[in-house]
């Protein structure tokens, strides 16, 4: 993408707010049609933040005329709970 995400995200203004989302259609070295980046809280996320961000990518998804989905929370860590209780 060569940055062309932090442009994005830079104009506008997302700042991965808890539950805050942006739809990218058509990203440059990407195979996706579409890329919804959202947002999980600060940098301790909490299971309420988290609970609320999945149900945001939940809302959006039935709103996108789309039949695959993949999800990456590579990395993404929720304050006092296991990667078990994140499936």
């Known amino acids: ?15 991965s707010k808890a539950g805050q989302s942006l739809l990218l259609l058509s990203v440059s070295g990407i195979a996706a049609e579409r890329v919804l980046l959202v947002g999980f809280g600060a940098k301790k996320i909490t299971a309420d933040n988290f609970r609320k961000s ?5 809302d959006q998804i039935k709103s996108l005329p789309c039949k695959d989905v993949s999800l990456i929370l590579d990395g993404l860590q929720v304050e006092n709970q296991s990667t078990e209780w994140m499936s």
Do not use: D, N, S, V
């Open 1 to 15: 993408t060569q940055g062309e995400i932090k442009r994005i995200l830079t104009r506008e203004k997302f700042q």
């Open 54 to 58: 999945i149900g945001k990518i939940a």
